[in-house]
């Protein structure tokens, strides 16, 4: 019971991604004007409704895969998390500066699959896709489970495998086109390996000096 108590606030922290999220639905619109991204090699990707699943599966891959690393390994967890914030608010401005749109194919039929697809484009508009928010996260989980020291055959395949899936569902439901989801890969994996090879603790260390001395600063102009 003791652990578990110990891990609810760190575990709390993932609250920050659905806060952050409220920025998303705020700048999901072309008000600013947008741009459109789609090359020749998107249009030869074939639409298939099938990878709605694995598109709808990243909802609970992202908070499940972090609620693991916050069991087990909490220096990957923090770090994990802390790339995947940095990476949304990068994003976000780059949505605010710089907008895109994705041309959504006409939908055919009434069967569960495309319900389902009629479900997200009815949710989330075709803007904010450049990088893709889907990409990035996922990719920052094969990134996490690479550094973890007890990785094994099962917990990497999982990850690789329904990351991959995830990434590749953005383009066959199109939801993205090919240049969000590059974009996102360099950014995730750039701000990953940024924040992993921080000194953390001398940051903090430096971060307290600065404080004190602000403190002591403050203390001797009274």
Avoid at 187 to 216: C, H, P, S, T
């Amino acid at each position: 019971m003791r652990k578990y108590i110990k891990n609810l606030m760190p575990f709390c922290l993932m609250l920050s991604i659905p806060i952050l999220n409220i920025i998303y639905c705020l700048i999901n619109n072309d008000n600013r004007g947008s741009h459109n991204l789609v090359t020749d090699l998107d249009l030869g990707i074939p639409f298939l409704k099938i990878f709605i699943l694995p598109y709808l599966i990243w909802y609970f891959f992202i908070f499940g895969t972090l609620a693991y690393f916050c069991w087990k390994d909490k220096k990957i967890y923090y770090r994990t998390l802390l790339s995947l914030n940095l990476c949304l608010l990068i994003s976000y401005g780059i949505y605010f500066f710089f907008q895109t749109n994705v041309p959504r194919p006409e939908l055919i039929g009434n069967d569960f699959l495309t319900m389902l697809i009629n479900f997200v484009y009815n949710n989330d508009q075709p803007y904010n896709a450049f990088p893709s928010i889907h990409v990035l996260t996922s990719f920052l989980m094969i990134k996490a489970i690479n550094k973890y020291s007890s990785k094994n055959y099962l917990n990497v395949a999982l990850v690789y495998i329904t990351a991959i899936l995830i990434i590749l569902a953005t383009q066959f439901i199109k939801q993205h086109v090919i240049l969000d989801l590059l974009s996102a890969i360099v950014l995730a994996g750039l701000i990953f390996d940024l924040v992993f090879y921080v000194n953390m603790e001398g940051l903090r260390a430096w971060l307290k000096e600065q404080y004190l001395w602000l403190m002591m600063k403050k203390r001797s102009e009274i």
